[in-house]
């Protein structure tokens, strides 16, 4: 290399240029640096899809949480405790319950029942009337692999805190990402 350089800089005065070999030597490195950078490259366009799918579930499983963990925080009472489901009784700013229209900050949160029930895949959101667990089931999630999402605090019997996991599968790996939280339900003590 030093020897390269130097007669590159030596000018015109002896022997300028390269040779042969000296030139094919550096375009066959610059041909195996180009393809490791290429194969660098086509890697990361591959992967891009799966990482922005990923990322993508991850958002909406921190947004699902948020809403779960919000909706426990103004509960009453939990009726149904199970891994797999859960309907309770919550304080929610809606017009009536199953409406999705917003109230406006100075008029009052109303009572309604909200169930959320997950399968292996899936879980979806019930809202009704006080006492009324049926209903029009809505998607919340999807793309989890375990059902057991609900854990109950002291017991199922007569929950205080309600904890939140969800599984999501990892495509290109044999490690689950999990992301869980949870909440007391500050409304339990008040009744309704």
Same mark, same amino acid.
Do not use: D, K, W
């Given at each position: 290399m030093t020897r390269l350089r *130097?007669? $590159?800089?030596?000018? #015109?005065? %002896?022997?300028?240029g390269l040779t042969l070999i000296e030139l094919l030597v550096a375009s066959a490195m610059g041909v195996v640096l180009l393809g490791a950078v290429?194969?660098?490259v086509l890697g990361a366009m591959r992967a891009q899809?799966?990482?922005s799918k990923r990322s993508q579930n991850i958002t909406t499983a921190r947004w699902v949480l948020e809403r779960l963990t919000r909706e426990i925080r103004n509960g009453v009472t939990v009726d149904t405790a199970?891994?797999?489901e859960m309907?309770?009784? *919550?304080? $929610?700013?809606?017009? #009536?319950? %199953?409406?999705?229209?917003?109230l406006a900050s100075k008029e009052p949160a109303i009572l309604c029942q909200v169930t959320y029930g997950c399968s292996a895949t899936a879980c979806t959101r019930i809202e009704?009337?006080?006492g009324v667990e049926t209903g029009t089931a809505r998607p919340v999630f999807e793309g989890i692999d375990d059902a057991h999402v609900f854990s109950y605090e002291p017991d199922a019997d007569s929950p205080t805190f309600v904890g939140?996991?969800?599984?999501?599968?990892?495509?290109?790996g044999p490690s689950d990402l999990t992301i869980s939280d949870g909440a007391s339900l500050r409304n339990g003590i008040l009744g309704y």
């Open positions: *130097t007669r $590159l800089s030596q000018g #015109s005065g %002896g022997e300028s290429g194969s660098m899809p799966e990482v199970l891994p797999n309907s309770f009784t *919550t304080y $929610l700013r809606h017009a #009536s319950c %199953g409406n999705a229209e917003t009704a009337e006080p939140i996991t969800l599984h999501l599968p990892n495509p290109s």
